[in-house]
C-alpha cells in the first residue's frame, strides 16, 4: 500500500496493490502518479473506489479510469453521472485480498468505508472522512437542514460499524492535518480504531452530546466546494494528460487580458507587492490550493505569473484540482520579461508590524483588517481590526471606509496579498499588506486581547 499526498489540501489517496491487481481509493485530479507506482509494480489497476463525493478537491476517477480501464464505484444514494453503485456490504477480489464496502453515513449520505481482509482476516479500513486520526469528519457540508440528522447517522456508523471491528483494525484516513474536512486532525498518518477510541474526546461523548458538539463546530463552508460536488457528482472533463499552458510574450498577455483572461500571480506576496502586472490577482504558490478557490473566478481564462516553469507546473496541477480547467498560458520568463519590455506596473504598500503600531499609536487614519478564520481568532485579535474573513472581503467590501487606508493581515501574512489584490481589482485601491501578519504582532510583544465576538 503506498500513499499519494496532495499538498495544501492535505489530502491522502491510497494505491493498494495484491498479486499484480492494484485499486485506488479516492484519487486526485493529476493521475500520473498512480501511473507510476502500478508502472514500477509491474501492476494493473481494476478499481477506483471513492468514499464519498468529495467537496475539497476534483476526483481523479474518471480521469484514472481513462487511463487505465479501471471500474469505479462509489455510493448509490447520489445519482452520479459515472462508475457504478455500491451495495453495502459488496465485496470485491483484489489478487489476494478481499475489499468490503462498509455504507457509514454521517459526513454524507452516500460515504463509504472499505474494509480489507486477507487470509488472516480484517486488518484495515479506508475511512474516507468519516474517522480521521483525532477527530471525525464533518457533518455540516449537506446544509444546515440536514446537519442533526447527519450527525446522527455518523455517531450510529461510528458506533456501530467501525468501532465494533476491534481496536487492532489499522485505520487510514482521506486527509491529515491542516484540511478543512476537520476540526482537530492530528499529525498521525496512521492509526487505529483502539487509538482512536483511546484519544478522540468525540467518541466518548454520549449520543446527544456528540450531536450537538458537531451541529456546533462552525467551521468554514469555501464557497469553491458547491462547485467540486458538482463537478464530483457529474463527472468533470477528462484531459488524458496534464495540460500544458504555453508560454506567452508580454503583448500577448495584454492581448488575453483585453479578452477577459485573468493573470494570476503564484508568487510571494512580497514580490507580488513589489511589482506585478495590473489587475492581476495575487494567489502564491502554496495557498493556491486552499485559498484558490476564494479568490479566483470560475469561467475565466488563467494566465499564470510564476518565477520559473516547475511552479508553473506545479500551478496548474494545483488549479486542476480545484476545478480550474482553462489555463491558456504562462508569461514567458516571468515578471522579468514583462519588466524588460517597458510595461507599466503596479505596486501595494507593505509595512512591517513596528511600522504599523507606530502609525496606529500617531494616530494615523487607518483601519486593521483581520483574514483569519474563527479557528485562528481564538489565539488572540489585535484591539481595534475588523473580522473579515478572506471569503467574504469583496462582499462586505462596503463596510470599508473609504476615508480610511485598509491594512490587511493573517496568521502569517500571506492571505493578505489575495485579499489587497481582490480589493485592488474591486476599486478599492487604498490598501496595504502587514507583513508577518498576527504572529509577527504578537511575537514582537504589541498589544493582543482575546476575542469578544465574530
Not at 196 to 223: C, N, Q, T, V
Not at 311 to 326: C, K, M, P, Q, W
Not at 371 to 391: F, K, N, T, Y
Request: hydrophobic content about 40%; aromatic content about 6%.
Amino acid at each position: 500500500m503506498k500513499r499519494v499526498r496532495s499538498e495544501g489540501l492535505a489530502h491522502i489517496s491510497y494505491f493498494l496493490e495484491s498479486d499484480g491487481e492494484a485499486a485506488v481509493i479516492d484519487p486526485r485530479r493529476d493521475v500520473d502518479d498512480y501511473l507510476l507506482i502500478a508502472k514500477e509494480r509491474d501492476a494493473r489497476v481494476v478499481l477506483v473506489l471513492e468514499t464519498h463525493r468529495n467537496e475539497d478537491y476534483v476526483s481523479g476517477a474518471l480521469e484514472l479510469a481513462n487511463a487505465t480501464g479501471a471500474a469505479i464505484f462509489h455510493g448509490d444514494q447520489l445519482e452520479f453521472g459515472y462508475g457504478n453503485p455500491l451495495v453495502d456490504g459488496q465485496e470485491f477480489q483484489l489478487g489476494d485480498l478481499t475489499i468490503r464496502a462498509m455504507h457509514t453515513p454521517g459526513h454524507t449520505y452516500e460515504s463509504h468505508c472499505y474494509l480489507v481482509s486477507d487470509d488472516h482476516g480484517p486488518f484495515l479500513l479506508f475511512s474516507g472522512d468519516t474517522m480521521f486520526s483525532g477527530d471525525v469528519g464533518r457533518t455540516d457540508l449537506a446544509g444546515p437542514e440536514n446537519a442533526r440528522d447527519l450527525s446522527e447517522k455518523l455517531y450510529d456508523s461510528l458506533h456501530k460499524r467501525i468501532i465494533p471491528l476491534g481496536p487492532e483494525i489499522m485505520v487510514l484516513p482521506a486527509h491529515g492535518a491542516g484540511s478543512v474536512c476537520g476540526h482537530t486532525i492530528s499529525e498521525r498518518e496512521t492509526t487505529t480504531v483502539g487509538l482512536e477510541i483511546r484519544d478522540d474526546h468525540a467518541l466518548s461523548l454520549k449520543k446527544l452530546d456528540f450531536m450537538m458538539a458537531k451541529m456546533g463546530e462552525g467551521m468554514e463552508r469555501p464557497p469553491y466546494f458547491a462547485r467540486m460536488e458538482a463537478l464530483n457528482l457529474n463527472g468533470p472533463i477528462i484531459f488524458g494528460k496534464l495540460p500544458q499552458p504555453p508560454p506567452l510574450s508580454p503583448t500577448k498577455v495584454i492581448e488575453a487580458q483585453e479578452n477577459g483572461a485573468l493573470v494570476l500571480d503564484v508568487r510571494e506576496p512580497h514580490n507580488f507587492a513589489a511589482a506585478h502586472i495590473p489587475r492581476s490577482l495575487n494567489v502564491w504558490l502554496n495557498g493556491l490550493p486552499v485559498y484558490g478557490g476564494y479568490a479566483i473566478p470560475y469561467g475565466r481564462p488563467l494566465i499564470i505569473v510564476a518565477e520559473g516553469q516547475q511552479e508553473v507546473d506545479t500551478a496548474v496541477r494545483y488549479l486542476i484540482r480545484i476545478g480550474y480547467e482553462d489555463i491558456v498560458g504562462h508569461l514567458v520568463r516571468g515578471m522579468e520579461s514583462w519588466i524588460k519590455g517597458g510595461n507599466a506596473t503596479s505596486t501595494i504598500a507593505a509595512s512591517t508590524v513596528h511600522d504599523v503600531r507606530r502609525r496606529q499609536l500617531a494616530g494615523d487614519e487607518m483601519l486593521l483588517v483581520d483574514l483569519r478564520d474563527r479557528r485562528e481568532l481564538v489565539s488572540g485579535v489585535i484591539p481595534g481590526a475588523l473580522q473579515m474573513h478572506l471569503g467574504e472581503i469583496v462582499e462586505r467590501s462596503s463596510e470599508l471606509p473609504a476615508n480610511k487606508e485598509i491594512v490587511l493581515f493573517c496568521g502569517s501574512g500571506y492571505r493578505g496579498g489575495i485579499a489587497a489584490s481582490m480589493l485592488r481589482n474591486n476599486g478599492i485601491k487604498n490598501v496595504r499588506i502587514m507583513l508577518g501578519g498576527f504572529a509577527s504582532w504578537k511575537a514582537n510583544g504589541h498589544p493582543v486581547e482575546k476575542l469578544r465576538s465574530v
